[in-house]
């Protein structure tokens, strides 16, 4: 199946009072480049979200933003230096007996005082997490990958329909290449008797120099590996595998490119390199599009 690698995906899960909420962005890259931004306090689960990524997606830079928000009635405690504001109090105390001051010492007074009160956050139970953030990195990943796959059959629409316009300018130039031979006997043969006007034509020598030529502009090799490339083309675009198909394409494209160059170098006719700089366009066109294909 063909995937772009250009995609976007969000998913949300709650329980408990904690909620995570994921997103997900990729676009094209050579490799499988992932950054994951997330909370602090969470930051022990990055490796086990690189995981996962990493089994659903094997090509794209990857962007992943992680929010965590806790609500829960066991998120944070608050704890009381009891030994701390016993001494707060005592000293206060002293103040209020050597100068005389007014007796206005009170809850509020104390709790105002520096590391009296401190808020703590319990430790997370990373299993409970882990479950509630791979509910939500599953539900980004899909939609992820949903619209990699629709993007990806709009792709692989357009590449077909290039294919199957560079397979019948192939199929032109398979019919012009045997017409190329006839036509330069016919010139040279016409041209000997110019030179020799009207004289007898050696025969032999006539088909050995047409024969050299035929040698030289030979394509049929060229054109059966041309032909083969694009049913593996095809093939490959059809093919319902899960497995990534970005490089084998490239390499499919490069070697359509090598057979059509040595094609227009050999070909010596005006008809068969204007085919050539027509597929040549197509291919181009073709690489440029299978870039983003996982």
């Known amino acids: 199946m063909i995937r772009s690698m250009t995609g976007f995906g969000r998913g949300r899960a709650q329980a408990d ?4 909420l994921v997103e997900i962005k990729t676009v094209n890259h050579r490799y499988c480049d992932i950054y994951i931004k997330l909370p602090r306090q969470i ?5 086990k979200v690189r995981e996962v990524i990493g089994k659903s997606i094997s090509r794209g830079k990857v962007d992943v933003f992680i929010n965590y928000e806790d609500f829960s009635e066991d998120s944070k405690n608050i704890l009381i230096d009891e030994g701390l504001a016993k001494t707060y109090i005592k000293s206060v105390e002293y103040l209020r007996d050597k100068y005389g001051l007014k ?5 509020s007074l104390i709790a105002k005082f520096p590391d009296i009160l401190k808020v703590e956050k319990p430790e997370e139970d990373e299993e409970k997490i882990w479950n509630l953030l791979y509910e939500a990195l599953s539900h980004a990943l899909d939609s992820l990958i949903s619209m990699r796959e629709t993007e990806g059959e709009g792709l692989k629409n357009d590449l077909l329909e290039r294919t199957d316009a ?9 019919i012009r290449a045997p017409e190329v031979v006839k036509e330069y006997k016919c010139k040279l ?10 004289q007898v034509i050696d025969e032999n020598r006539l088909a050995m120099e047409v024969a050299i030529f035929a040698d030289r502009c030979n394509i049929d090799e060229e054109l059966v590996r041309l032909e ?3 049913n593996q083309l095809r093939q490959t675009l059809n093919s319902d595998s899960d497995t ?5 394409l490239d390499f499919l494209i490069q070697e359509m490119n090598r057979e059509i160059n040595t094609i227009g170098s050999k070909a010596n006719d005006l008809s068969i390199t204007q085919n050539v700089v027509e ?12 870039q983003n294909i996982e």
């Open 189 to 198: 043969e016409n041209r000997i008797k110019e030179i020799l006007e009207q």
């Open 103 to 107: 007796d206005d010492i009170s809850v």
């Open 166 to 174: 560079i397979e019948k300018v192939v199929q032109e130039i398979s």
């Open 279 to 290: 597929i040549k366009s197509e291919l181009e066109k073709i690489r440029e599009q299978i």
């Open 244 to 248: 990534p198909v970005g490089r084998k």
């Open 43 to 47: 930051s022990f689960l990055e490796d």
């Open 228 to 230: 083969s490339h694009i």
């Open 17 to 20: 009072g904690r909620e995570f």
